[in-house]
Nanobody, 123 residues
């Protein structure tokens, strides 16, 4: 089983930036994809961004394109989400997750999940 731990959340003003980190541990880590997701109070969890592990192709939901950037760490068991030009509507608990099987990447159907980190954007 893969264990995922997110960090880097916090309170930031609108227009500011935050970088989230997700470190994986456990069995040999070679997922099909790694992704970031978010869930605001009273709303469903939604896909934010993902990276295909084999070739580094990235995916973003439309509302974050040009503002967020996903990347892999040098250690290769870590991913990051750089979030710039943050808006109050970006406020949510952010989760990272690993998808082990081949399939659609911009989806919430991932296999292993972290515990989440809160990002709050004040106006």
């Amino acid at each position: 089983q893969v264990h995922l731990v997110e960090s880097g959340g916090g309170l930031v003003q609108a227009g500011g930036s935050v970088r989230l980190s997700c470190e994986a541990s456990g069995r040999t880590f070679n997922p099909y994809a790694m992704g970031w997701f978010r869930q605001a109070p009273g709303k469903e969890r939604q896909f934010v961004s993902a990276i295909r592990w084999s070739n580094g192709i990235t995916y973003y939901r439309d509302s974050v394109k040009g503002r967020f950037a996903i990347s892999r760490g040098v250690a290769k068991n870590t991913i990051y989400l750089q979030m710039n030009s943050l808006k109050p509507e970006d406020t949510a608990v952010y989760y990272c997750a690993a998808r082990q099987t081949v399939g659609v990447i911009p989806t919430t159907r991932y296999d292993d999940w972290g515990q989440g980190t809160q990002v709050t954007v004040s106006s």
